[in-house]
């Protein structure tokens, strides 16, 4: 099955509302067609990302959500309202929430199900840490991660969604998965949505994220489970961030 890729950037805590307009008319006006595009920025910037990106090729969404629907929940911020702003996606899960904030498997599919409510795609993070790949449990710790969402919202959600493997070793370390590993990872996960759904699975789009660069994009790109990537540090310097956007189109 076709599937069209999709770099997504993470700005993760950075950025000012000076410093984001050069950046934000860069990707808007590089960013051509073949992949898609969409960057994922902190709440206070959502408004600014869709004043500059609204009617291009580029997509804006978030970084979290509650995974509650609306009230005395200070701090938190609802589906609803990223939808208000025309939030395209959210990330749920991301490694940092999960190892930071006591973002548990349990958390993680409710926030997936509020998100999918609002009519936001929800890009659900998955990956394993250095100790769990050396003790050679990868496979078991995706497929928890994965399970407790498909548990939650059933396997039709994942129609409306996407995955991002992130290995948590690979993430602003500058250690990259090799090719090799990502695909490898990929293909099982995909393999775990097959035995729900053959359609589903085959047309799901699995993103791999951690320490992707101009240079190694794509490598990563081209292997055939590999539908784009999450892109945290140099999707802060658009020069960096369009050449991967380049690589995947
Ligand atoms: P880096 O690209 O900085 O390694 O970050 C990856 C990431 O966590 C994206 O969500």
């Given amino acids: 099955m076709m599937r069209t890729k999709l770099v997504a950037g993470n700005w993760k805590m950075h950025g000012s509302l000076a410093a984001n307009l050069g950046l934000l008319h860069a990707v808007r006006e ?20 869709q004043a500059v990106l609204n009617g291009s090729h580029v997509a804006w969404g978030a970084q979290d959500v509650s995974e509650h629907e ?25 490694s940092e929430r999960r190892s930071f904030f006591g973002d548990t498997d349990a958390v993680v599919a409710a926030k997936f199900v509020a ?5 936001l795609v929800p890009i659900l993070c998955v990956g394993e840490s250095l100790a769990e790949r050396e003790a050679g449990i990868t496979g078991d710790v995706v497929t928890r991660q994965i399970d407790a969402v498909l548990a939650k919202g059933g396997i039709a ?13 690979a993430i602003g370390t500058g250690r990259t998965a090799s090719p090799e590993q990502a695909q490898e990872v990929h293909a099982l996960i995909r393999s775990r949505f097959a035995r729900e759904d053959a359609d589903v699975a085959g047309g799901l789009r699995i ?8 240079g190694n994009a794509a490598e990563l790109f081209g292997r055939p489970d590999i539908d784009g990537g999450l892109i945290g540090g140099a999707s802060l310097v658009a020069d960096d961030f369009l050449a991967i956007c380049a690589a995947a189109a």
């Fill in 115 to 119: 998100a999918q409510k609002a009519g």
């Fill in 157 to 169: 959600g994942f129609a409306r969604a996407i995955v991002a493997y992130e290995p948590v070793w």
């Fill in 207 to 214: 993103l791999y994220g951690g320490s992707v660069k101009a």
């Fill in 30 to 49: 590089g960013a051509g067609g073949g992949a898609e595009v969409a960057l994922c920025v902190p709440y206070p910037y959502l408004a600014q990302a």
């Fill in 70 to 94: 609306q009230g005395a929940w200070t701090g938190e911020v609802s589906a609803a309202m990223l939808a208000d702003f025309a939030c395209s996606y959210v990330l749920v899960g991301h």
